[in-house]
């Protein structure tokens, strides 16, 4: 795993001298948890998934449907699912609360175990990154192919909390504007791949999904940011984050 950790820094010290951003090592910190778990927390941190959406578009809402969550189709979909996540201190205290509310003991115990690990994280960084633990979701060939997925993971959840720690974080001025965030990591990902020729056809591909939006808004980015050079497209992406209201 160490090597993965060191080809992500190595990725992100790149887009970070190409955003003219601050980095520090620091921030990268992350762990697995079981796939249930990191749906729960996808739940209780307000994913805006349409899965999640229909027991709550609000935190009290998912909060009196959770019990009824747990035994949906939409749950058994997801721990099917691997992704990532980021947990601030603020997140966490949702979670908390959404973990006591599960009547399902098992599964109470289990996201309380973890939750204590993440707390436990907190003492040397404000956000740490929850990755699926996919080698138990699926059985993977090929090795090599398992890191990647791991890797390309953690890369997106690092360049979250990297554009977050400067200060552009488009959601925290409005939920709403999470195409916004999702869109600049996809454009960041894209552009350390050299893939940004790629956005248009992803954005077909996954036209009747919620990553459509990932890539439509990765479009807006790499059209604002282009022919700049790092200060520019620094201070392009904050003029946009200012005009939003
Ligand atoms: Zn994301």
Known sequence: MKNISSVVHTQIIKLSAH???????????????ASKIKVLADYAGMCP?????????TFKKRLININRFI??????????????????????????????????KKLRNAF?????????????????ILLTNISLLIKLNKKSELNWI???MLLHELIHILLSKNKINFQRK?????????GLVTYCDFWLQRKLFLLERKAVKFADKLEKWYYTYAI??????????????????????????
């Open 19 to 33: 955003l003219s951003l601050r980095y520090a090592p620091a921030w990268l910190s992350y762990i697995f948890v």
């Open 49 to 57: 998934d349409q899965d999640y959406q229909k027991f709550g578009t």
């Open 71 to 104: 035994t949906s189709a939409e749950f058994a979909k997801h721990a099917k699912l691997w992704c990532g996540q980021v947990i601030s201190k603020t997140d966490y205290k949702l979670l908390l609360r959404a973990c006591n509310k599960i009547k399902n």
């Open 112 to 128: 309380s175990k973890t939750l204590k690990k993440i707390n436990l994280k907190f003492k040397n960084s404000d956000k740490v």
């Open 150 to 152: 791991i890797r390309f």
């Open 174 to 182: 409005n939920s709403k504007y999470w195409k916004y965030d999702e």
């Open 220 to 245: 807006k980015f790499r059209d604002l940011l282009k022919n700049k050079n790092p200060v520019e497209r620094k201070k392009a992406i904050l003029r946009m984050y200012k005009k939003l209201q």
